[in-house]
């Protein structure tokens, strides 16, 4: 992002208020057949992340990265259709007006590093969640030796496997976490570190 593009305070906190409200309106659909809402589920992202002092751009990936969910107007249960919405694509290109690749590349990846995970690391497809097995076989199941190669070379690789981590665990029915607000002070930090 040039600084000729970079977000004025008034943008950031716009776009900031407009997330908001993405979640308040829209947060409250459970989660892909987990037991959690979208809400639920970005909110104990943020947190895992927050609890091992990621800062403020990984802690707003971890809070954002499916934040193409609430931005689509597909079904709730698009997976179990058969389609693959794309959401890290839509969010990618939707919040890199706001932010640094910092934020958006682990977004754009964290689920090509689900795929890159259950290809290279033992044991980790048998731990997903059922629903993350489905979004798995129509995002295009674990990743070719070509695929693992290519995405070893993303400067972001391990960014987005952390993101993708804290994506896993995050879908504990009833766990306390902050508010979307709390979160406010992260993404107002991180935006300012993409100008």
């Given at each position: 992002?040039s600084s000729a593009d970079s977000p004025t305070t008034k943008s950031v906190q716009d776009v900031i208020n ?26 104990q992202a943020a947190l895992a992340a927050e609890q091992e002092e990621a800062g403020a751009e990984l802690i ?23 389609i693959d919405d794309r959401h890290e694509d839509l969010a990618h290109r939707w919040l890199t007006r706001y ?97």
């Open positions: 992002m407009r997330i908001v409200e993405l979640f308040e309106a829209r947060g409250n659909e459970l989660y892909g057949g987990e037991a959690v809402s979208q809400t639920e589920h970005a909110l707003t990936a971890a809070l954002l990265h499916d934040l193409g969910h609430l931005l689509h107007n597909l079904p709730e249960d698009c997976a179990e259709q058969g932010f640094g690749p910092a934020v958006t590349e682990p977004i754009r990846l964290h689920v090509a590093a689900k795929r890159y995970l259950c290809a290279v690391k033992p044991g980790y497809h048998d731990e997903l969640s059922d629903a993350s097995k489905l979004s798995l076989s129509i995002q295009g199941g674990p990743f070719t030796p070509d695929e693992v190669a290519e995405f070893d070379k993303s400067p972001y690789c391990e960014s987005a496997i952390r993101v993708r981590y804290w994506d896993d665990i995050a879908k504990i029915k009833d766990l306390p976490t902050p508010d979307i607000q709390y979160y406010r002070r992260f993404m107002e930090e991180a935006a300012g570190k993409s100008t």
